[in-house]
């Protein structure tokens, strides 16, 4: 009986032929066509048994409708045929229901079916060409029936869908009048019924929901008028429909068609002419009706992500898309005027939250678009509700490892730590719109992130790169004071107690107890420490966690190449240390211990405790900085480094109002300080300065003047002069040995300063600095006596000065060589590495200057231990190796003495191989690899004996570190005789190629076999080019006679 209905559905809506051959689209052909086809339905009805069951149910559904006759007959025949066209949906919808309600009823077949058999179809299941008869009809009913009565703006007009849906529009409208209202009435609640069944609901829905929708708002919202002819009670359940209605439908569906019908917003000025009805907007409580319900949709769970489904979907992800997810994020910031701004975001920033965590990688994009656009949006122009709903949720992780007042922190797995640092990733780095709320947000989790990343990077972990970003984008975007406030606290300068960058609240770091460990999926999670009993590891396991986190933070410094952070950093701690300065000099004055209280006595202490360990941190990131950091980074510009000389001069300054004398003179701020002057006469001396660089350097003019009038030097006295001639003049004055002036203050030797007594230092004029003589040099017993000081870097300056000294063949040096050599030796038992590289270095020069006095010594104590009765024996192993050190950068700088001077050196060396101790032997072999390659054919002779001394310790010793050494030792021969290796090695040339193959075949050690391998390469390609030399070519001119 379905097809029976469908086929009466299909003779009222198929085309006449009269319709089709009208030359026009005309109202008359129109409604005669819609007149023929109703009266060929109700003669076929009337007239076909086989179709009286579907006329029997028809004359049922008619008398149950009320509304059937009402307006309709000659004088309106579009509502007659949309009346007939309602009828048959409804017997289509009855006779559906009946039989699905049989079906259901019905009790499942006995017999199980075949295995192959599919399942029977539910009675209201509908073939193709079923559909799109019934689509057809519901065409026809709304087009009729539906929304040629709506109001002007309600819904899409007809004339907007299509060119003949305007002669629609104005047939129907001819005869509705004053019953438009009844008539959509019924239209509406007729295709209300026809969707209760759900396979016509489909249809229905899925072609005019906008149209049920427009029509339900105009019949249960639109202001009552005179002349509307709707009860009270039929209003209501138009109400009551619409709410049902967008509660089951489909919800990205359900917003997208209220935001068709909300309409853009009404543009001022008058309305074209010629624009019809498209250009009508919605009328004011159509939109209001709209926000309204488009707010109860979005507060609702899954709201938000409706809305954002109902924009984006089917969008190509293109520009249109870009723009889309902005409409999108400025529909949600935007607080509905019937719901208080607390309460909505409250509801709306979790879900904006939600939509970050998307895994599909097809939709993943767009929405977290959207969500970034949005929580960014939200942040601007919410702060207060922002930083409550949005930005606590979102450092929820990172927060809970701070320390807390009531429980002290909680550990945090690997899940939400990475989803956390995923999320401010996305919203701070792929966002990039920084603000003032974010960025103290993010400083309260700032100490806890870098925590994070200094584990991150001393472990292979895939939260390290989103770790640095985001450190870095805050580092980039944050104003000046704030970011060096962050820097302090990063390199624990705030956490000292440091005094300056007080900009910003702070933030905190890891709770006390807990700190991060790898997680099972590459990340990282928040644990308890295993307590340390030992007072000693604990130490050292915090100074080291110290130095980590310091170069760490250089790490991240250097990242910032094109910003100016790093060397405002520098300069800042520069300008703390100059303050520190002048704070010792305020603090000399000792208290009256016996005037204090004991309590008094104890907070002096602590306070002189507390800070010398401020300076002792502020030093150790200066010195860090200073190594790790490239100048470039450091001073950037002109007015960075007057910055940095300002610095530096008002220290020298202190210096000075320290106290007059020569007592008080420190040879390192003396050198340092003509360095630094050497800078500025640098760049005075170089290209032409502009106005504003010379305005910078006016700063500089108080401390120069003070340096050229009390400065103990006189050099530096007449080179601050002439400074601050050119300064003061802007580069009117400039002496012609500015230059050079620069250049000798950038390279001047220690002793080339003198303290003059303050007496005699008087103010010089520009460039006397220059017309007059030098002071002599200090006295050589000073330098003596300085190289014995506790101090090490006096101690280490001096001994640089005595090297310098030898090199020049000083007189003194000369006469005083025995002191000198002995005042080198007991320095080499110094432990500060500043000290003994220092006398190493020293006697290499001795030796390479004087030979034959001291090489004789060194190799004595090299073999059997420092000689000297006050050497200490604990320390004799490593004064050994250090002597070994001495003589190894003798036999490189022997050169073509080599072959002279060779000969002890290689029979020490020689038995120093069968020493007990493995790092003699280690130390022997690699001074006798150096002095090897350089002896040419004078191995000659020697050839036999090293062989078998190599081969010997290559198969017998079991140390792997001396195996490794005498291989080395082979591969330093074979390229220092190079072409020469065949005819001074020609006798052992075979043994040593055994006992490398052996090496590189059977040795445990790799890095022995490696050396051996490498070895071979070099022998092989010896024997290359002795059996296969390289062809020249020349020509020869002979002149025959």
Request: hydrophobic fraction near 40%.
């Amino acid at each position: 009986m379905t097809s029976e209905i469908l086929s009466a559905i299909q003779v009222l809506t198929r085309p006449a032929a009269e319709t089709l051959d009208s030359p026009s689209s005309q109202q008359r052909p129109l409604l005669g066509a819609l007149e023929a086809n109703r009266a060929a339905l109700l003669e076929r009805l009337h007239g076909d048994s086989g179709l009286a069951e579907v006329r029997r149910l028809r004359e049922d559904v008619k008398a149950a409708a009320g509304w059937y006759g009402e307006g309709g007959g000659e004088e309106d025949g579009a509502w007659s045929f949309v009346q007939e066209l309602l009828l048959l949906l409804l017997t289509l919808e009855r006779h559906l229901s009946q039989q699905l309600q049989r079906f259901q009823e019905a009790p499942p077949p006995s017999a199980s079916p075949a295995l192959h058999t599919a399942p029977p179809l539910p009675p209201d299941v509908l073939s193709v060409a079923q559909q799109k008869a019934l689509a057809a009809a519901l065409q026809f009913a709304v087009c009729l029936g539906l929304c040629p009565h709506l109001a002007p703006g309600v819904g899409t007009p007809l004339g907007c869908r299509s060119a003949f849906g305007t002669q629609v529009e104005a047939l129907v409208g001819e005869g509705a009048g004053p019953e438009a209202g009844r008539r959509l009435l019924v239209t509406t609640e007729v295709l209300l019924q026809v969707c209760e069944l759900s396979s016509l609901a489909t249809v229905v829905f899925s072609r005019h929901l906008g149209d049920v929708m427009a029509a339900l708002c105009q019949l249960g919202h639109q202001p009552l008028r005179n002349g509307q002819t709707l009860s009270v009670d039929e209003r209501r359940r138009c109400k009551d429909a619409l709410k049902n209605l967008l509660d089951k439908v489909y919800q990205p569906l359900v917003i997208r068609e209220l935001l068709l019908l909300q309409g853009a917003p009404k543009q001022g000025g008058p309305v074209g002419g010629g624009a019809g009805p498209s250009s009508r907007p919605a009328p004011a409580w159509l939109r209001r009706l709209c926000g309204r319900l488009l707010s109860e949709r979005l507060v609702q769970p899954g709201g938000v992500q409706a809305v954002v489904r109902a924009v984006l979907e089917g969008g190509t992800g293109g520009e249109s898309n870009w723009r889309k997810c902005d409409a999108v994020a400025r529909i949600l910031v935007a607080c509905p005027q019937s719901t208080s701004a607390d309460q909505y975001f409250k509801l709306l920033c979790p879900q904006i939250l939600n939509l970050l965590h998307f895994r599909d990688k097809l939709t993943a994009q767009q929405f977290q678009r959207v969500a970034t656009r949005t929580a960014l949006s939200v942040i601007q122009e919410q702060p207060a509700f922002a930083k409550q709903y949005l930005l606590r949720p979102l450092l929820a992780a990172l927060l809970r490892c701070t320390a807390t007042d009531d429980c002290g922190g909680s550990e945090v797995d690997e899940a939400e730590l990475s989803q956390c640092l995923d999320d401010v990733y996305k919203v701070c780095v792929v966002g990039s719109s920084p603000s003032a709320c974010l960025l103290d947000a993010l400083e309260e989790v700032l100490p806890v992130l870098f925590s994070l990343f200094c584990f991150t990077k001393k472990n292979v972990s895939n939260l390290r790169a989103p770790c640095q970003e985001v450190l870095l984008w805050y580092l980039s975007h944050a104003d000046p004071p704030a970011a060096l406030s962050a820097l302090r606290r990063l390199s624990g300068l705030q956490g000292a107690g440091g005094s300056g960058g007080s900009g910003g609240s702070g933030g905190r770091d890891v709770a006390t107890g807990f700190t991060f460990s790898p997680g099972s999926d590459g990340g990282a999670r928040l644990s308890r420490i295993q307590s340390c009993s030992d007072e000693d590891d604990q130490l050292f396991q915090r100074l080291s966690e110290e130095q980590w986190r310091l170069k760490t933070l250089m790490l991240l410094l250097t990242e910032l190449k094109e910003n100016q952070l790093p060397a405002d950093f520098f300069l800042l701690l520069l300008q703390e240390l100059t303050s520190w300065a002048e704070e010792e000099e305020d603090e000399e004055e000792e208290p009256v211990v016996a005037a204090m209280t004991l309590l008094e006595v104890e907070h002096r202490l602590q306070g002189g405790a507390e800070r010398g360990g401020r300076r002792l941190s502020l030093l150790q990131v200066l010195a860090v900085m200073v190594e790790s950091l490239e100048h470039g980074q450091l001073l950037r510009s002109t007015a960075q480094v007057v910055d940095f000389m300002v610095s530096l001069l008002q220290r020298a300054c202190v210096g000075l109002n320290r106290g007059p004398g020569p007592e008080v003179w420190n040879p390192v701020e003396s050198q340092t300080l003509s360095m630094g002057m050497g800078l500025v006469a640098t760049l005075l001396s170089g290209p032409p300065l502009s106005s504003e660089d010379y305005s910078s350097m006016s700063r500089l003019l108080p401390p120069l003047e003070t340096l050229a009038q009390r400065h103990s030097d006189a050099f530096i006295q007449g080179l601050a002069s002439d400074l601050r001639a050119v300064i003061a003049t802007h580069g009117a004055y400039r002496p012609e040995d500015l230059a050079h002036a620069a250049a000798s203050a950038a390279t001047a030797p220690p002793h080339a300063t003198h303290p003059a007594p303050a007496a005699n230092i008087s103010p010089q004029a520009p460039g006397s600095s220059q017309s007059q003589p030098r002071p002599p040099p200090r006295p050589l017993s000073d330098w003596l006596l300085e190289a014995c000081n506790p101090d090490v870097p006096t101690r280490a300056l001096a001994l640089r000065t005595l090297t310098q000294m030898v090199q020049v063949k000083d007189p003194g040096v000369v006469q005083a060589q025995d002191k000198v050599v002995t005042l080198f030796l007991e320095n080499l038992e110094h432990e500060d590495s500043f000290v003994y590289l220092s006398a190493i270095q020293g006697l290499s020069v001795l030796v390479d200057s004087y030979p034959d006095r001291i090489l004789q010594r060194l190799l004595q104590d090299f073999q059997l231990g420092p000689s000297r009765p006050s050497a200490d024996p604990q320390r004799s192993l490593e004064t050994r190796l250090k002597v070994g050190e001495v003589l190894m950068r003798a036999s490189r700088a022997m050169g073509e003495l080599a072959p002279h001077l060779g000969r002890p050196l290689v029979a020490v060396f020689l038995r120093g191989t069968r020493d007990p101790d493995r790092s003699v032997r280690a130390s022997s072999l690699s001074n006798l690899g150096e002095l090897c390659q350089r002896m040419d054919y004078s191995l000659g002779p020697l050839a036999q004996e090293l062989s078998s001394c190599l081969t010997a310790l290559m198969k017998t010793e079991k140390e792997a570190e001396v195996r490794r050494a005498a291989v080395h030792v082979i591969v330093l021969l074979l390229r220092g005789l190079s072409d020469k290796t065949t005819q001074v090695l020609a006798d052992v040339l075979l043994d040593l190629y055994r006992a490398l193959r052996g090496v590189a075949i059977r040795d445990p050690d790799q890095v022995a076999a490696l050396q051996a391998q490498l070895a071979l390469e070099e022998l092989d390609l010896v024997m290359r080019r002795f059996l296969f030399p390289q062809q020249r070519l020349e020509k020869k001119i002979v002149v025959l006679p």
